[in-house]
């Protein structure tokens, strides 16, 4: 998350995106998504319709999105409930902004795993490039936040960047990622260590090890 206080209820807020409303791409995407849930429970799209929001105000902005007000009051109305309920599961779930971010938003996981294998260092290594836990940099690139597990840990310490996860970091790797991102460029996501395919053993297996080049079967060993 960036930051957890919703952006005020400005007459300039209300002058950028009072009128929002979907794209016509959206407003069919938004359209299946309502309908995949029983009549009368329509209201239960409210997730993923702010998610599109969010995403529709992202690709406006260049950024990875975030929900002033007004455009939670158009999700409301879209779904005919209050606003205060919209609210609430926007500022409940993380994954949703409702303050301004930048181009990358930069998620560093610091629980337990992550923090034994180095995220320390590489929140240091963000600091290094001007970063700052909950701030955006002045040239709108990056937001930095400190986030909870997001279920790498198995390839611990990880980054979540807007919608990619990069696993197995190290200072140098996440320069290196960060560097791709501010070329325009898409680096490759999951681990960067150069030795793992995904998230088997560093080192490779250490047990059924003949299924590692064909679908072994153990039954008649067994």
């Not at 180095?118 to 002045?138: F, N, P, Q, V, W």
Request: charged share 25%.
């Amino acid at each position: 998350m960036a930051d957890r206080a919703p952006a005020p209820d400005t007459p300039e807020l209300r002058e950028r995106w009072g009128k929002f409303a979907w794209t016509a791409e959206n407003a069919q995407r938004a359209k299946e998504i309502v309908a995949r849930y029983p009549e009368g429970r329509q209201r239960s799209a409210v997730m993923p319709l702010l998610d599109l929001a969010q995403r529709q105000v992202g690709a406006e902005t260049n950024t990875q999105g975030w929900l002033p007000l007004p455009v939670m009051e158009f999700v409301a109305q879209e779904l005919d409930m209050p606003v205060i309920r919209v609210l609430e599961v926007a500022t409940f779930y993380t994954m949703y902004n409702i303050a301004p971010v930048g181009r990358f938003h930069v998620q560093v996981c610091g629980t337990t795993p992550c923090m034994l294998r180095g995220s320390d260092a590489i929140l240091d290594a963000c600091y290094k490039r001007g970063m700052k836990k909950g701030h955006t940099t002045d040239d709108g690139l990056w937001t930095l936040t400190e986030v909870e597990c997001m279920g790498n840990c198995a390839s611990a310490p990880m980054v979540q960047i807007n919608d990619g996860n990069y696993e197995d970091l190290t200072p140098e790797r996440l320069d290196k990622v960060l560097d791709a991102l501010e070329r325009g460029e898409t680096p490759k996501e999951g681990t960067q260590d150069p030795e793992r395919h995904t998230v088997e053993p560093v080192g490779g297996p250490t047990t059924l090890k003949e299924m590692v080049t064909d679908n072994h079967d153990y039954r008649g060993e067994w």
